[in-house]
């Protein structure tokens, strides 16, 4: 778990909203598959999982970007990284908001895809 946490913090401050939205996916999922499973069907809500899903690999490459914009500050100031090593270590930590991003995406739009066939399947038998 520590290391999570670890991996979380070096993603820098573009991990939060990508964390936020993620949680609030997969609740408004577990909502619709309750739903479901209690016979109510329909198809509020959906869109915004939609959206989150195909936000959450932009805000990871957002955090890329904004992480190597900071490494080459540093890398271009007189007090900053005067070790190419160490610059390359700040582009693999800002590639982390990345891989968050598309494995928040991941993790949910196959859930996502079985509820919305669900929806679309009973709203056109009605």
């Known amino acids: ?38 016979g109510r069907v329909d198809a509020r809500g959906l869109t915004v999982v939609s959206t989150i899903i195909t936000a959450e690999p932009m805000l990871g490459i957002l955090g890329t970007v904004t992480g190597i914009i900071r490494t080459f500050s540093s890398l271009g100031s007189s007090t900053g990284i005067t070790d190419p090593l160490a610059a390359s270590a700040g582009i693999g930590e800002a590639l982390i908001t990345t891989a968050a991003g598309l494995v928040a ?6 859930p996502y895809n079985v509820i919305a066939e669900k929806v679309d399947g009973d709203e056109h038998e009605a």
């Open 105 to 110: 995406c991941l993790a949910l739009i196959f």
């Open 1 to 38: 778990m520590s290391r999570l946490v670890e991996i979380f913090v070096k993603g820098g401050p573009v991990m939060w909203p990508i964390l936020a939205l993620s949680v609030a996916a997969a609740a408004i999922l577990f909502w619709k598959a309750l739903e479901i499973r209690a």
